[in-house]
């Protein structure tokens, strides 16, 4: 077979929409027409013996061949339009002489110009339609009546009408779909492009990731916590190689009652520790929260799973905890020492009232270095989570007692020390932690504040809740090592030059006024000095007392 035989034979095997289009309307008009000779045959064979009606038949089968064999794809519309102007004729050929009972034909191509033509080429075959009951009605008079051929003018001209009317508001529906397809298909493109970057950003973290839809399922999940847990990537529905432990070398979790299902039932918690033993044969423990996610879309909505690997932090803490063990031991004995020569000291009848008053102000802190190291043992909240004695104390005293002991050290090296406090401030707090909170901070202005500065300590009532305020005229603490300051050990280049520590004093601060649930800011300029405001809740630490106590 030739290429053109070929391109012939898939050009009919596979005709266009339009090309159907045509055909679907003419066949239908050919296989009316069909059916009503066929039911003449046998109904009323002397139908046949009507010249005209059975040119009509034969004109109509004809042209519905002729429309099978023209190739519509290649043909104007003009060349289109001439069919069913044609298959009117060759109806009125039909329906003539008939009393108009076949002129129900008519209503296919006027249908078929109502919908794919505009209201001029309706006209047109109205106008033609009406030509032909005009004539037949004024060649045959006797055969129908003029209420008759009203009738079907009328009727046609509605079905016309009505038809357009449809395929205009078909093709204003088909429009307006067409836009909204368009409209959901960029908003799809929006929405997978937003949820490839989010992915992008979750694979990017070192945390462990993953959101859970409401009825349980996982939904995403990062690279992150597809690691941490062993899960296959390519299906995450699979169990886990990774198994989860209450305790080092304890007891796996019961499934009830492991973060996922947690979660998934709904739960909220925050920093749940969890021993992973993981695929590799090593253990990692992991910081887990879920939060709920807040979102209009229903489908949306669920939990979100985070866990953080804090294996070096927990090493780290447990380090702390050792040396603080060693250093707690070790000074035990210097400080009981120091403690029962001054007790010795002031048995001697003959001290002066100077020499007196010293031997008790070593005698004082001494005793207080020897709580600190007893309590040391605590770990990463030191020396406080062991206690929950709350008192309603006079903070004015806490605060005088501890101005009063660094005035010595600061006239040493010519720094004032300015004391503005209110006459009562009361609060149920832990005395002790808040004096190791002053003394912190009234050191830290002390060492870190050079000879012929100023260091004021301000106290007073703040509605409900009890401000301390320690500023001086040090060397400040720069911008980049601001928010770094309350991390454990940390010390700043020029705190380093300055003067010695440990960088653990802050970071203790931190966690007392925590406990408290009070907050500690920081306000500092690089050589202009550094002001501290501690905020403690008063009637929060009296609802804490009763806790305790309940």
């Known amino acids: 077979m030739t290429a053109g035989g070929r391109e012939k034979l898939q050009a009919f095997e596979t005709p266009d929409s339009r090309t159907r289009s045509i055909w679907l309307m003419q066949l239908v008009l050919g296989a009316a027409t069909v059916t009503v000779a066929a039911l003449a045959t046998v109904i009323s064979p002397w139908m046949f013996g009507i010249w005209h009606f059975t040119v009509g038949v034969v004109a ?25 102007f044609l298959d009117a ?56 009546t003029g209420l008759r051929v009203f009738v079907v003018g009328i009727s046609l001209l509605f079905t016309g009408i009505t038809a357009r009317s ?36 979750l694979n990017a973290v070192d945390v462990g990731v993953m959101r859970i839809s409401r009825d349980g399922q996982a939904r995403t999940v990062n690279e992150a916590y597809v690691k941490l847990y062993g899960l296959d990537p390519l299906d995450t529905s699979l169990p886990a190689r990774s198994i989860e432990y209450t305790a080092l070398r304890g007891m796996p979790m019961p499934p009830s009652e492991r973060p996922f299902s947690r979660a998934a039932r709904g739960e909220t918690f ?35 799973l985070i866990a953080q690997d804090v294996t070096v932090i927990t090493h780290a803490e447990r380090e702390r ?48 270095m020897l709580e600190m190291a007893d309590n040391m043992l605590t770990g990463s909240r030191p020396a406080f989570s062991g206690r929950e004695t709350y008192d309603d104390v006079d903070l004015r005293n806490v605060i005088s007692e501890s101005v009063a002991s660094f005035r010595p050290t600061a006239r040493a090296r010519d720094i004032t020390i300015d004391l503005l406090i209110e006459t009562e401030i009361r609060a149920v707090v832990d005395e002790f932690r808040i004096r190791q909170v002053i003394d912190n901070l009234v ?16 106290a007073g009532i703040e509605g409900d809740s009890v401000a301390v305020t320690v500023s001086d005229t040090g060397i400040g603490i720069s911008a980049e090592d601001l928010p770094k300051i309350m991390t454990p050990y940390f010390r700043a280049e020029d705190a380093k030059e300055t003067a010695g520590g440990t960088g653990l004093g802050l970071g203790i601060t931190h966690t007392i006024i925590s406990e408290h649930g009070g907050t500690i800011v920081f306000d500092s300029e690089p050589g202009e000095g550094t002001t501290a405001t501690v905020r403690l809740p008063r009637a929060r630490a009296e609802a804490r007392t009763r806790e305790a106590i309940s």
């Open 60 to 84: 109509i089968v004809a042209i519905t061949m002729a429309v099978l064999a023209i190739p519509w794809a290649r043909r104007s519309q003009s060349a289109v339009l001439a069919v069913p």
């Open 443 to 458: 050191s830290n202005a002390v060492k870190y504040t050079p000879g012929g500065g100023t260091v004021s300590v301000e």
């Open 321 to 368: 905890e050792r040396l603080s063990a060693i250093a707690s031991h070790e000074l035990r004995h210097p400080l009981t020492t120091m403690i029962g020569h001054a007790e010795l000291a002031l048995e001697v009848d003959e001290l002066t009232p100077r020499l007196q008053e010293r031997f008790e102000a070593i005698l004082r802190a001494s005793e207080r």
């Open 166 to 201: 449809v395929m205009r508001q078909t093709r204003a529906l088909r429009r307006l779909l067409r836009r909204e397809a368009g409209r959901l298909n960029r908003t799809l493109a929006r929405r997978s492009a937003q949820e490839r970057r989010t992915t992008e950003i």
């Open 270 to 304: 925050s920093d749940a520790r969890v021993w992973l033993y993981t695929a590799d044969g090593a253990w990692r423990v992991l910081s887990v929260s879920a939060k709920a996610l807040s979102t209009a879309d229903r489908e949306e909505s669920g939990m979100l």
């Open 89 to 144: 004729l060759a109806i009125g050929f039909v329906a003539s002489n008939t009393e108009l009972r076949l002129s129900y034909l008519w209503i296919l191509p006027v249908t078929w110009v109502a919908l794919y033509f505009d209201y001029r080429a309706l006209i047109g075959i109205l106008a033609l339609i009406g030509a032909i009951l005009f004539l037949d009605f004024t060649l045959k008079p006797e055969g129908m």
